[in-house]
């Protein structure tokens, strides 16, 4: 009993102590130095800002744990502000104008000054890369306005063009800062700060349009660091917030609404209602198709920080010079009357180009204006001098221009297939193909051979929009393989020669390899010549009129296609007369038909594989009587032994070569044949002399035989035909 009575006694005093000591323990450290709210209130100069930060609701934030930035106003600061502003004392802002005069001051996680120019990256700390930080501040659901004139609720987009809007970013604005260190280290300096803010002293120090004390910063707190700034730092307009209240830009906004969707976003929804008490839908707008979306705050997000190291920019032209580049390019082809939205339902990728021509996925620094590349990997085709504004904006670099941006592709011979409706089925063919991709390059040129959809849907092409796997149609069938022959045939590069006159007379090299020829305004094709009228007329030539450059090389109008002919080339050897003795084909192809190459069934030539290239060197009649008095030919055109018919058959491969070369001035060097020796090794000839009249080839044992020109540069089924005045010796 005695016991139980000191324990009752013992326990308050115990329990005393006990609190004592865990007291001491966990109580807040006297050198501790106190939150920002209370920093900022001991400090005497930051009344309005503390004002602002009660009305906006962050008294408890900035007063209690937390990591934080902070970018405070003095009371001078603040003072110019509300002068500015038209406010007799703090005491008249609102709770809204509060927070975001709070909310802008405030960026995420504590940093000193010397540290706000490294990026925290998914791969740790990267020094001196960053100028950007995310702010506390973002808008919620804003009204936009669609079709016409009727009004929406909406919520912009966190994310790039095509990919969805993400729940838990809620798209925070973000503030720039120009830091003498990371200025210098890429070139910059006060021209390009004063360009985005003219009005503020370029110290090597400033936060958007404010200048940082640097007798007064990396204030210690709590909760974070104090930074001292002379301007109440308010958000920046996103690149589509500004746009809708600047008139002058209308007809290119006008294009880029073109893009935008909206997707009923049931999560905000609730909340707008929730936060407001009315019921709503809001709607979440992006973009498609465009390089990027103007709404977004954040960049790539690629890396959950990548918005500090880099921004996106964009180039805006005025409505003059949107309506002065339509009339001249986008609706060069459309009849009077046509609208740019007409073009957009008609064939969208033509604005498509237009708009990303004028959009940067980097940030664009004005003295770096003229070097920077575009999304499309171009540089500007305006210059300094067309500049009429520049903005640093929430998400990016703003420039309002006097003149478009040129896309390299509405500079191209790809421009009249894409540009022109008449070409419709082309484009679609091409863009499946890829190579509108090289032939809107400007430092390769080529020529462009093009004939209408009307001539296509009569050759048996058709788009069949239903068909995702394969929409052009040949005859019923899959059209792919037919048309991609079709268009190389039709793609002429031109490397680094003039454009062809087509006046005079020559033979070119197609995209793969095949040749075509042109007399006087006509061109020949081996397709062509299969046909009655054995050539396709040219309509008109257009190098580039009216543009601000000329093209890449020149496009073609005929009347017809260019085709590979669907003669096979033995059958090719009768249709030009090898089997009248007055040829200077006849004894070769009487040699020919009589071994186990030929096919009499279908006219083929066994050994030459359908769609690649030949070139047949064909000995004349008198250089073929030449080998059979020489012993390298038998007398007999249809020999009964087998060593002879070996031999005839080796004779004819020797001098038939794998890939083409005209007898034009260009091609020279070795060339392989079909002819292999017993250990299965290619033979090989040299074409050591190649002028425009003048063909010399060699063979393997140092012979050199002439062509004759006049009966050469035949055009054959993928294959071009030349007469020899002598014989190649294979030497087996």
């Known amino acids: 009993m005695n016991k139980l009575r000191f324990l009752l006694i013992a326990l308050p005093f115990f329990a005393a102590c006990n609190k004592k000591a865990f007291d001491e323990y966990y109580q807040r450290p006297e050198w501790l130095a106190q939150p ?6 001991s400090m005497g100069n ?19 744990g937390g990591s934080w930035t902070v970018f405070a106003p003095t009371d001078e600061a603040f003072g110019k502000f509300l002068k500015e502003q038209g406010i007799a004392d703090v005491s008249e802002i ?17 940093e000193r000054l010397e540290k706000l120019s490294d990026n925290f990256s998914a791969r740790g700390w990267v020094p001196g890369v960053a100028f950007r930080r995310r702010t506390v501040y973002y808008d919620f659901v804003e009204t936009d306005t669609i079709g016409d004139g009727k009004t929406i609720k909406i919520i912009s987009t966190n994310r790039r063009p095509g990919v969805a809007y993400v729940p838990s970013d809620y798209n925070n604005k973000h503030i720039s800062y120009f830091f003498k260190d990371y200025m210098s280290s890429r070139s910059l300096g006060a021209a390009d700060y ?39 730092l308010l958000p920046q307009k996103s690149m589509e917030q500004y746009l809708r209240e600047r008139p002058e830009y209308s007809t290119f906004k006008g294009i880029l609404d073109l893009y935008a969707t909206y997707t009923y976003n049931a999560d905000v929804s609730h909340r707008y209602e929730v936060l407001t008490g009315k019921a709503d839908s809001v709607f979440t707008k992006g973009y498609l198709d465009l390089g990027l979306a103007l709404n977004n705050e954040n960049y790539a997000k690629d890396d959950a920080n990548d918005a500090q ?36 339902y008609n064939n969208s990728t033509i604005l498509t180009e237009f708009v990303n021509a004028h959009l940067y996925n980097t940030q664009l620094w004005p003295s770096r204006f003229n070097v920077e590349q575009n999304f499309q990997g171009e540089k500007p085709k305006v210059s300094t001098a067309n500049i009429r504004e520049t903005k640093l904006l929430s998400n990016g670099a703003f420039y309002g221009i006097n003149a478009c941006q040129s896309a390299n592709v509405f500079q191209s011979v790809y421009a009249n297939v894409l540009l022109d409706p008449k070409y419709r089925l082309t484009q679609i063919a091409l863009q499946r193909m890829g190579l509108h991709l090289t032939l809107k390059i400007p430092t390769i040129r080529y020529m462009m051979i093009l004939v209408a959809d009307d001539e296509l849907h009569r050759m048996g092409f058709e788009y069949d929009a239903y068909n995702t796997t394969d929409p052009i149609r040949f005859n019923g069938g899959n059209g792919s393989p037919a048309m991609a022959a079709f268009l190389t045939l039709n793609i002429i590069p031109l490397d680094n020669d003039p454009i062809p006159d087509l006046s005079g007379r020559g033979i070119l090299e197609s995209y793969t390899g095949e040749y075509v020829k042109y007399d006087n305004f006509k061109m020949y094709s081996s397709g ?12 008109s030539v257009y190098t580039g009129a009216g543009l601000s450059a000329s093209l890449n090389g020149v496009v073609v109008y005929t009347n017809k296609a260019l085709r590979t002919s669907a003669t096979n080339i033995a059958d090719f050897f009768k249709s030009i007369g090898a089997e009248t003795a ?151």
């Open 46 to 64: 930051f009344k309005n800002f503390l004002a602002c930060i009660e009305k906006a609701g962050y008294k408890n934030t900035l007063g209690s």
């Open 194 to 232: 004063n360009a985005f803010f003219p009005g503020t002293e370029y110290t090597g120090l400033n936060i958007a349009d404010a200048k940082i004390d640097p007798d007064r910063s990396n204030i210690l707190a709590e909760n974070g660091y104090i930074h001292i700034v002379d301007k109440v």
């Open 582 to 732: 007055t040829s200077p084909f006849y004894r070769f192809f009487q040699y020919l038909v009589n071994t186990d190459m030929y096919s009499a069934s279908d006219g083929k030539i066994n050994g030459i594989e359908l769609g690649l290239n030949y070139t047949m060197l064909v000995p004349n009649n008198a250089a073929i009587a030449q080998a059979v008095t020489n012993g390298d030919l038998p007398t007999s055109t249809k020999p009964g032994d087998q060593a002879s018919k070996d031999r005839v058959k080796r004779f004819i491969q020797y001098h038939i070569l794998k890939n083409s070369f005209a007898i034009d001035g260009k091609k020279t060097g070795l060339f392989e044949t079909l002819c292999r020796n017993i250990e299965g090794e290619a033979q090989s000839v040299t074409v050591v002399l190649n002028q425009p009249d003048q063909l010399a080839v060699q063979d393997n044992l140092g012979n050199v035989v002439n062509a004759d020109v006049v009966n050469s540069n035949l055009l054959g089924q993928r294959t071009l035909v030349h007469s020899l005045n002598g014989y190649l010796k294979n030497g087996l």
């Open 528 to 539: 062509t010549m299969d046909s009655v009228v054995k050539y396709a007329a040219v309509d």
């Open 94 to 110: 609102n709770a809204a104008l509060a927070g975001k005069i709070v909310r802008t001051s405030m960026v995420y996680d504590a």
């Open 309 to 344: 190291v880099n921004n996106f920019s964009i180039t805006v032209p005025d409505n003059a010079a949107v309506a002065d580049y339509a009339q001249r390019v986008l609706l060069r082809y459309y009849p009077a009357g046509t609208t740019l939205k007409d073009v957009f």
């Open 36 to 41: 920002i709210y209370q920093q900022l209130d």
